[in-house]
């Protein structure tokens, strides 16, 4: 072949090359810009459902399941007024640990800031029923009270339909714990915890020990601020 075609050849081929970086990088761009939008909606409903309830009160229900095959269980009323936060009356249990803190935010869901999170949105399918974007999330703040996994958002309400994850760095001597928590819709574009599970393990001097536990959250009953 002559020098003359060995250059057109080198040409096409350099051209073909800038041509598939350049889609390559508006691809890139385009996904960063659908995730960006997305979390934007996510992130705006989730403060959103926050300012707009006024008070809330919730049956609680933890079940941890046994060996024995019979599951120790604890109820719980869980009321929130705006201004003076969450209680929680406890109104039976057997459990052989400390039921929690709770707050208006772990009803929620969490935000999912850019600055936190590392997120890739993965498509689209079904969870629970409903239509969702698939986003799986890294957290760049490595602490108790971020995590890494997956969450469900909503194709319509852009509200969160399920998280399944572990905790980014759980607090010694904790050394892992499990989530699973899903929403259901309750008016007005909000979405609220109905189920949270979880797995904890712990290292301790005479070994690890690991316990499962379920929280569910029935019969909401929910006052919201009235708009002016």
Known sequence: MSERGLKWISGVVIAACLVSLDAATAAA????LQIEALLERYDTGILRTRSLIESLSVN?????????????RATAVLTYVAGEGMTREELSSKLSYPAGEYTLESLTGPELGVDE???TLNGTEEMEETLCYRV???AVLRDMHHFDGTIWISVVDHGPVRIVGEVADPP?????????KSFGPY?????????HSGEVEVNLILGRKRGLRHIFYEDYSISLIKQS
Do not use: C, H, N, W
């Open 187 to 195: 008016g007005d574009g909000m979405r609220l915890l109905t189920r």
């Open 172 to 180: 010694f001597p904790v050394t892992e714990i499990t989530l699973d």
């Open 136 to 138: 799986d999330v890294r």
């Open 60 to 72: 609680q229900v933890m079940v941890e399941p046994q060996k024995s095959g019979i599951s120790k």
């Open 117 to 119: 999170y590392s997120l």
């Open 29 to 32: 761009a385009d996904s960063l």
